[in-house]
């Protein structure tokens, strides 16, 4: 059975109840914006958020009599807003539900965007229904794999990956926990980073997301899921996104429909003609290794959002994490030294056996 780190209601009460319109200097500079698109009749009266994000990027919703839009506010000394139109472009090629960018205003970083509903996949997820969800999220993420080509995203080359190993260190060991980067704790994280990393860097490259998981996948009657938050996306290693799905920091799975999923995923990959490594053993440990670079980043960054930018719900989130990265440590001889390191930092104390 699922377990859910967060409830549904305090993720969607902000998409669903119509608040006060927002005064800030961004909603000022918005609002004669909306009102100049006359071909859309938009209520700016009507104007809401829509749904919060970890970056400074912000969400709204508006209405009109051919029904609602939603309006991306992407800041443009802090947000780039030319990577979303792009990957919108690239991904709608493989014919996966993205949003339609209806108006554009590059200059004050606005889009018009069609809106694909607020029943993301956390609040519609149950036990009954989710080998139906994740296998149509499958699907999508095999789609947008096979359609990619390398030089049109940026790649998401070594400087990336270890740069996101290093929020680890640097903002959960040291500044969430408190505790010093003795040279010893150093030579761990330095040949475990080096371990992490050949095998990240070995694996076939694919169009990537990074975040598609249960919060940035929405429910759609008819199958293929809205896919939102793709503005990052990079050229990288093809289980990384596949990660994010199957180990999301929000939803845990029993690890036999985590592997059942994972088996499908493989199984349409190589019908298509992905490049997934041919043994499914060996594939699985690409997917675990990738799991763990990606959730030593998260630490660091729920961290981060915690103690930088003052966003304290990312805290209830981190022992799932955590669980993931320990557990997944704790099944590889390679990786022995870093499962002793997460050990020492939750003071747990326990005989760790390795099965690979």
């Known amino acids: 059975m699922g377990s859910f780190n ?44 829509a749904s919060s994000d970890a970056s400074f990027r912000r969400y709204f919703r508006v209405d009109s009599p051919k029904g609602s839009y939603i309006v991306m506010d992407a800041p443009p000394d802090k947000e780039r807003i030319e990577p979303f139109i792009q990957v919108d472009e690239l991904f709608k090629e493989s014919g996966v539900a993205v949003p339609e960018i209806l108006a554009q205003n590059i200059k004050d970083g606005f889009l018009l965007l069609s809106d694909l509903g607020n029943r993301t996949y956390l609040s519609e997820l149950a036990e009954g229904n989710a080998d139906r969800l994740y296998r149509e999220a499958i699907k999508a993420l095999v789609r947008i794999q096979a359609v990619s ?21 640097e903002w959960y060991i040291t500044k969430h ?55 990052d996306a990079l050229y990288g290693p093809v289980t990384y996104d596949l990660v994010s799905l199957l180990k999301d920091a929000y939803v845990e799975w029993e690890e036999a429909k985590v592997l059942d999923w994972v088996i499908r995923y493989w199984e349409q990959a190589r019908k298509v003609g992905l ?19 990606r959730h030593l980043k998260v630490l660091g960054i729920f961290a981060r959002l915690y103690h930088r930018d003052g966003k304290e719900n990312y805290l209830k989130d981190i022992p799932l994490v955590m669980k993931y990265a320990s557990k997944a440590a704790h099944r590889y001889g390679e990786l022995a030294p870093l499962a002793k390191l997460l050990d020492d930092l939750q003071d747990i104390k326990a005989d760790a056996t390795y099965s690979f």
């Open 6 to 49: 967060r409830s549904c209601k305090e993720l969607f009460a902000m998409s669903t109840t119509v608040q006060n319109i927002p005064t800030d200097s961004r909603i000022k500079l918005l609002l004669p914006w909306l009102e100049s698109l006359t071909e859309f009749n938009i209520d700016t009266q009507s104007i809401r958020p």
């Open 149 to 169: 080509r390398p030089g049109v995203l940026p790649e998401y080359d070594r400087e990336a990956l270890l740069r996101e190993l290093n929020l680890f260190p």
């Open 177 to 231: 926990l408190g505790r010093q980067i003795t040279p010893e704790i150093q030579a761990v994280l330095d040949k475990t980073f080096e371990t992490i990393l050949a095998n990240n860097l070995s694996q076939p490259q694919v169009f990537v997301h990074r975040d598609y998981h249960s919060r940035n996948l929405m429910y759609q009657d008819g199958g293929n899921p809205g896919i939102l938050d793709f503005q």
């Open 275 to 293: 490049p997934v490594n041919p043994d499914i053993d060996q594939f699985y440990r690409d997917f675990e290794f990738m799991g763990v670079q």
